[in-house]
């Protein structure tokens, strides 16, 4: 049986008789003995009567179709055999059966599931059609070690990826870009590697688009809820293209503006983690617009400086209120410099630094005279 031109053609068995017939089994002789002939696979439907409608002389091309995807479900269900189902659907296919190619993908997919990733053996072929495609790419790279993470991801997650583009285009991108941002929100040491292997230097990259590639990275890192992976985000930094890599659109422009904002958010992060002050990514950029909570940010910077034991010198509380400035200028420009000052000398003032507050009043005097020069 074959499907060509849109023809479905079934072809005749290929028979060789070891004998010729006997006159007792020629027709002519079996119709007087028995009028009515018994048809000799009549037992094989008693149990499954379902299966009378595929008992035809022509069959219509759907009908074969759901055949091929009735019979691949049954071997796979009673079986367990997720091979052999999938070998009967690839047969199919070969003989350009339509619509199996859903099918086999699945199989495909819970082959390597089930014989390859190491995940759940009674995981059935039900069980996966019921699931998202988001689901099903977290399995796939769910047992992986860091070691085999990058292997796993070109052998069964780019693989993966491709089938579903294939049955639905811009999918695949869509689906990457979920799963790496669900698992950046835990630890972005998986993403990380995902985005070592798609710089613009790697050959076979995993994203290969830069656009894309700058996107994710983005979106992982505000994402990421932890604030204990700032040495990650600077990694992740390093992995996206520089400015004038690949051609220019006003889309990579507003990317790369994007990435040197992340930039300066994260050299506000170190300064927070610097004081001892940690806060998610996402807190800087979340705040760096708002006078209220970038003057509170500030208060609990110089609060726990000045709880600190034993207390901090004069040159520490100088460089804090340079760090301060620098968040000012980078980042929170929404507070005016002289908040800056202010809250450095309220600090002070309460930690008992004469000599601090002191100093901060001649860094202001000096701000203000070199702000009327320039004006």
């Not at 086999?104 to 059609?129: R, W």
């Not at 503006?257 to 992060?269: F, G, N």
């Amino acid at each position: 049986m074959y499907y060509r031109e849109r023809v479905l053609k079934i072809l005749p068995w290929s028979e060789q008789k070891h004998r010729e017939e006997d006159w007792c089994e020629r027709p002519p002789c079996k119709l007087t003995v028995e009028p009515i002939l018994q048809d000799e696979s009549d037992f094989l439907y008693e149990s499954q009567p379902e299966l009378m409608k595929y008992k035809a002389a022509e069959l219509s091309i759907n009908l074969v179709t759901d055949w091929y995807w009735k019979r691949a479900e049954e071997i796979e269900n009673y079986s367990m055999q997720v091979d052999c189902a999938l070998s009967l659907v690839r047969l199919g296919m070969e003989r350009n059966i339509p619509g199996l190619h859903s099918l086999c993908d699945n199989l495909v997919t819970l082959e390597t599931l089930v014989y390859e990733t190491g995940c759940d053996v009674t995981l059935t072929l039900k069980d996966l059609q019921q699931m998202k495609d988001t689901e099903k790419l977290r399995l796939l790279m769910m047992n992986s070690s860091e070691e085999r993470y990058v292997k796993n991801a070109y052998q069964w997650m780019v693989p993966f990826l491709h089938r579903c583009e294939n049955q639905s285009p811009g999918l695949a991108n869509k689906l990457l870009k979920e799963y790496l941002v669900t698992l950046a929100k835990e630890d972005l040491k998986f993403p990380l590697k995902i985005f070592e292997h798609s710089k613009p230097a790697c050959q076979q990259k995993i994203i290969s688009d830069q656009d894309l590639l700058m996107i994710i990275a983005l979106e992982c890192i505000y994402g990421c809820r932890c604030d204990d992976q700032l040495s990650l985000c600077y990694d992740i930094l390093e992995c996206l293209p520089q400015r004038g890599y690949g051609p220019e659109t006003d889309i990579t422009n507003s990317l790369h503006d994007k990435v040197d904002e992340l930039e300066q958010i994260l050299s506000v992060s170190e300064i927070l983690e610097k004081h001892g002050l940690q806060k998610p990514v996402s807190f800087v950029k979340d705040t760096q617009n708002s006078p209220e909570e970038a003057r509170k940010l500030l208060i609990r910077l110089t609060r726990h400086t000045g709880r600190k034991q034993p207390p901090v010198n004069e040159s520490y509380w100088m460089g804090l209120l340079q760090d301060m400035l620098d968040m000012q200028r980078n980042v929170y420009t929404c507070l005016e410099r002289d908040t800056c000052y202010e809250e450095g000398r309220q600090a002070g003032r309460q930690a008992g630094s004469i000599k601090s507050m002191a100093n901060i009043d001649v860094s202001t005097s000096l701000n203000h005279d070199k702000g009327n020069f320039e004006s």
